[in-house]
């Protein structure tokens, strides 16, 4: 009895062992895996062996490792454009500022030549009223001139 006992706790043994080769050294390997994938690492993978429930949580995990090294690479990609058109409209914009200080500062170049301008028309038109004036006073005492001339001839 005591020999089958023996082999019956050897026999339990060597199950555990073969146990712990089986399934907890590729659980050890799989929390491995993940926790690298939780620290960004993606290029590591697990090396599944069979087709037991374990194995195919490592084919899971390396799918999903996969999948997430891709869809980085994709989303730095969009980025690294996102970031190239932020510049261009960024230099349309310095530029759009440029045109408009441009266009501001001729404006105001052109307001200031019509005030100038605005001011000698009135100047000219000041200058030939008093002419006209000067004219017509002309004229008045021409022809006062004339009318005395008539009646002193006359």
Known sequence: MVITLLVALGAIIALLGTTSRN????I???????NKMAGGDFTVLANPKGNDEVAELQRA?????????????NLIS???????TVTQISSAIDASNKSM???RIETEQVATAMNQMTATIRG???????AAESAT????????GQNVVTETIG
Request: negative net charge.
């Open 61 to 73: 995990a390396n799918s999903t490792s996969k999948q997430l090294k891709g869809m980085i690479s």
């Open 78 to 84: 969009s980025t690294q454009e996102l970031n190239s």
């Open 23 to 26: 399934i907890i050294r590729p």
């Open 28 to 34: 050890r390997e799989l929390l491995t895996l993940l």
């Open 137 to 144: 006073e002309a004229d008045n005492e021409a022809k006062e």
């Open 101 to 103: 200080t441009t266009q």
């Open 124 to 130: 000219i038109a000041q200058t030939t009223s008093a």
